[in-house]
């Protein structure tokens, strides 16, 4: 037998498992793809190869390549999305910065459905405050927590004050700054264990 498998997805949805192994060559193909794995994310190491995503098992060194997936999902809850353009990236960092926690699958494929339509973003930034509960925050508790859940660091005194001033003159409003802070390569670099960007993916 073949030790090189491969496994091409085709244009529907597909969830699942797969078995690791030496060479082993998966494709998600179009369509909203997770990848289940046992354990958690850090059992593996992840790493793009041209146009591939390279996983290894750490426990044993077992690996195979991936593409065309949207996400990775561990048995513990742990999450990977692969976003597949900056908008995608962006909207999957804004899950930290609301909710403190990886995106689940069913909301990444509502994210990603919403993005491949006309929308308003506005109503995006709306569906996230009405969830995350931090409208009863003080603008100072408010800035501090979606620093920290974006960034995993507090603002320092001079970004506060500087938020502070921009939301008090109108320059940004509380729906936008997570916005501001979670396209920043400083987000990009904290939760890149969380969120992955690869262009081109279907
Ligand atoms: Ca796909």
Same mark, same amino acid.
């Given at each position: 037998?073949?030790? &090189?498998?491969?496994f091409?997805?085709?244009?529907?949805?597909?969830?699942?498992y797969l078995p690791?192994?030496?060479?082993?060559?998966t494709?998600?193909?179009?369509?909203?793809? #997770?990848l289940?794995?046992?354990?958690?994310?850090?059992?593996?190491?992840?790493?793009?190869?041209?146009?591939?995503?390279?996983?290894?098992?750490?426990?044993?060194?077992?690996?195979?390549?991936?593409?065309?997936?949207?996400? &990775?999902?561990?048995?513990? *809850?742990?999450?990977? #999305?692969?976003?597949?353009?900056?908008?995608?990236?962006?909207?999957?960092?804004?899950?930290?910065?609301?909710? *403190?926690?990886?995106?689940?699958?069913?909301?990444?494929?509502?994210?990603?459905?919403?993005?491949?339509?006309?929308?308003?973003?506005?109503?995006?930034?709306?569906?996230?405050?009405?969830?995350?509960?931090?409208?009863?925050?003080?603008?100072?508790?408010?800035?501090?927590? &979606?620093?920290?859940?974006?960034?995993?660091?507090?603002?320092?005194?001079?970004?506060?004050?500087?938020?502070?001033?921009?939301?008090?003159?109108?320059?940004?409003?509380?729906?936008?700054?997570?916005?501001?802070?979670?396209?920043?390569?400083?987000?990009?670099?904290?939760? &890149?264990?969380?969120?992955?960007?690869?262009?081109?993916? #279907?």
């Amino acid at each position: 037998m073949d030790a &090189i498998r491969d496994f091409i997805g085709g244009d529907e949805d597909n969830q699942g498992y797969l078995p690791l192994g030496l060479a082993m060559n998966t494709d998600g193909g179009a369509g909203f793809d #997770v990848l289940r794995m046992p354990g958690s994310r850090d059992d593996v190491h992840l790493e793009f190869v041209d146009n591939h995503l390279e996983l290894t098992q750490l426990s044993d060194g077992a690996m195979f390549s991936i593409k065309n997936a949207e996400m &990775i999902a561990f048995d513990n *809850n742990e999450t990977v #999305v692969i976003a597949h353009n900056q908008t995608e990236g962006i909207l999957a960092r804004l899950v930290h910065s609301f909710f *403190n926690r990886d995106a689940t699958a069913a909301e990444w494929q509502l994210g990603r459905e919403t993005l491949q339509q006309p929308y308003d973003p506005d109503a995006i930034l709306d569906w996230f405050q009405q969830r995350a509960g931090l409208q009863d925050l003080p603008d100072t508790d408010y800035v501090q927590t &979606i620093y920290t859940q974006t960034l995993g660091r507090s603002a320092t005194g001079d970004e506060l004050d500087l938020q502070l001033s921009r939301l008090e003159s109108n320059q940004i409003d509380r729906n936008w700054l997570p916005v501001e802070i979670a396209q920043s390569s400083e987000a990009v670099t904290h939760l &890149i264990g969380s969120v992955l960007l690869q262009d081109g993916w #279907v």
